[in-house]
């Protein structure tokens, strides 16, 4: 029988003398099979860790440490509290396949458009932040996503819709992927893809204007597997071409897809692309799946036509749905779910409007709900402390920049002036790229506007969602693929 060793730390195994690693959580000594022996290998100090100094290093202010204080494990050893930090990060990259400064996905690594990176410099200068590089793009709405200094763009180049990996840092191609493309749109519109790509573990995966669904090999683009939603499962074409961004959960590439019998929302297995299950009859909206703990499970929030769905990740069974949708039929649908705690934020233009809801005995109740306070068009709000941020009213319209509370829908400040946008949330600064192509930087705060810097990055007609990743801003206009340097210099 093999000798054991002391039990895990972490789950409280068993742990063969000659594993790397607990069979059952997957802790090692990085991990920490105990405290002396991680902490001589480490050759940290023996010393009591100082988690004060540690917050003020990592996010900034005297203030910083004292707003923290609630995080602070009392009582428990200064290794063990690393430990913690480091197991975090551990079940990120677990989970996502990526570290914490990727943007791998629409709206950033949870999708509600927030960054927690600390690495951005605190003062534009007067010209505006540097441009590492620039380079011409084909048509489409869908973004950039960044993971492990990959660049994927999916755009439409001719009559081909082209997926290229790029280098984040010089621009310069790594692969390309291309397919036929035949899209044509019923109200003249751009006909490149609408979706943005997603990256997961080695893999992008990419949806098209026409419904094909492909999957790529991350280091090289070779292809691994596609599907032709449209004929397959016959997704609508619905007013401007398909446009949902896959979200991966669960082994599952998930997508709002409007098939018929039964295939409102479908998931893919993530090796094969086999049809794993279709839930709800339903239209496809603009909107894009979100995954996220609520009422004490994993669930999947999805804004079809008709509303919110509510669903098991697993199997696609229903848990919840809240009908929300605009009144006319000429409209869409297209800002995402934030899930806030046991908070749901839903909001839509065209009469729609905005509401949170919150679990309740007998399903989701309504806490408020008001059209002339922050009904998003095509850009999700960002949350932050209690308060939201993002953009009242039609694009064609103009929109108003606004802070509204989460809990009561009160407005807290209103800013005019740039015609439609989207708002990206950076620790407690807003990045808000508007569609004139600025970069605009204010404080993510309810007392009021307060504006920090502003750029011009882009040319005019900027319309899809950008990155940040490793303090590297990537946007797009209907033309240029753009990536500012708003890092922080190195002492």
């Known amino acids: 029988m093999k000798k054991l060793l002391e039990n895990c730390p972490h789950c409280d195994a068993d742990i063969p003398r000659d594993a790397r690693a607990c069979p059952k959580c997957g802790a090692d000594e990085r991990t920490a099979w105990n405290d002396r022996a991680s902490a001589q290998r480490l050759d940290?100090?023996?010393?009591?860790?100082?988690?004060?100094?540690?917050?003020?290093?990592?996010?900034?202010?005297?203030?910083?440490?004292?707003?923290?204080?609630?995080?602070?494990?009392?009582?428990?050893?200064?290794?063990?509290?690393?430990?913690?930090?480091?197991?975090?990060?551990?079940?990120?990259?677990?989970?996502?396949?990526?570290?914490?400064?990727?943007?791998p996905q629409l709206l950033g690594p949870t999708r509600d458009g927030a960054s927690i990176e600390t690495n951005l410099v605190a003062q534009w200068p007067a010209a505006g932040p540097a441009i590492l590089w620039q380079q011409k793009v084909g048509l489409g709405f869908g973004g950039p996503v960044v993971a492990g200094g990959r660049l994927i763009l999916h755009h439409r180049l001719g009559d081909r819709e082209t997926v290229d990996c790029l280098d984040a840092k010089s621009g310069k191609r790594l692969w390309r992927f291309e397919y036929a493309a035949t899209y044509t749109d019923d109200f003249n519109f751009d006909t490149g893809p609408r979706a943005t790509p997603t990256i997961a573990g080695e893999r992008a995966f990419v949806f098209g204007a026409e419904g094909m669904l492909h999957c790529l090999d991350l280091a090289t683009g070779r292809l691994l597997w596609n599907v032709d939603t449209a004929r397959e499962l016959k997704s609508g074409k619905g007013f401007f071409g398909r446009a949902c961004s896959p979200l991966v959960e669960d082994g599952n590439?998930?997508?709002?897809?409007?098939?018929?019998?039964?295939?409102?929302?479908?998931?893919?297995?993530?090796?094969?692309?086999?049809?794993?299950?279709?839930?709800?009859?339903?239209?496809?909206?603009?909107?894009?799946?979100?995954?996220a703990n609520f009422n004490g499970r994993r669930q999947l929030f999805c804004l079809t036509r008709s509303g919110l769905h509510v669903l098991?990740?697993?199997?696609?069974?229903?848990?919840?749905?809240?009908?929300?949708?605009?009144?006319?039929?000429?409209?869409?649908?297209?800002?995402?779910?934030?899930?806030?705690?046991?908070?749901?934020?839903?909001?839509?233009?065209?009469?729609?409007?905005?509401?949170?809801?919150?679990?309740?005995?007998?399903?989701?109740?309504?806490?408020?709900?008001e059209d002339a306070v922050l009904s998003n068009h095509y850009a999700t709000s960002v949350h932050r402390d209690g308060f939201l941020y993002g953009f009242d009213g039609r694009q064609e319209e103009g929109c108003v920049l606004r802070c509204v509370e989460l809990k009561t829908g009160k407005l807290r400040w209103s800013r005019d002036g740039f015609k439609a946008g989207i708002v990206t949330r950076a620790g407690d600064q807003l990045l808000i790229l508007t569609e004139r192509g600025e970069l605009v930087r204010a404080a993510a705060a309810p007392e009021g506007y307060r504006e920090t810097g502003r750029a011009q990055i882009l040319p005019f007609n900027t319309r899809a969602h950008p990155a940040l990743a490793d303090g590297l801003f990537f946007a797009r206009s209907r033309d240029t693929l753009v990536c500012v340097d708003l890092r922080a210099k190195k002492e």
């Open 44 to 103: 940290l100090p023996d010393t009591e860790f100082d988690y004060d100094a540690y917050v003020r290093e990592e996010f900034g202010g005297e203030g910083a440490a004292s707003r923290a204080t609630h995080l602070k494990p009392r009582g428990i050893h200064w290794f063990w509290w690393i430990i913690a930090i480091a197991a975090t990060a551990a079940f990120l990259l677990m989970t996502f396949g990526v570290h914490a400064a990727d943007w």
């Open 253 to 291: 590439v998930l997508l709002i897809l409007g098939g018929a019998e039964g295939a409102g929302i479908v998931a893919f297995d993530v090796a094969t692309g086999k049809l794993r299950w279709k839930s709800v009859e339903a239209e496809a909206s603009y909107s894009s799946p979100v995954a």
């Open 312 to 369: 098991e990740p697993a199997t696609g069974k229903v848990a919840l749905e809240h009908p929300f949708r605009p009144s006319i039929n000429a409209s869409v649908t297209a800002a995402l779910p934030l899930v806030i705690g046991d908070h749901i934020f839903l909001s839509a233009s065209y009469g729609a409007g905005a509401t949170t809801l919150r679990a309740g005995p007998n399903g989701l109740v309504k806490i408020w709900s």
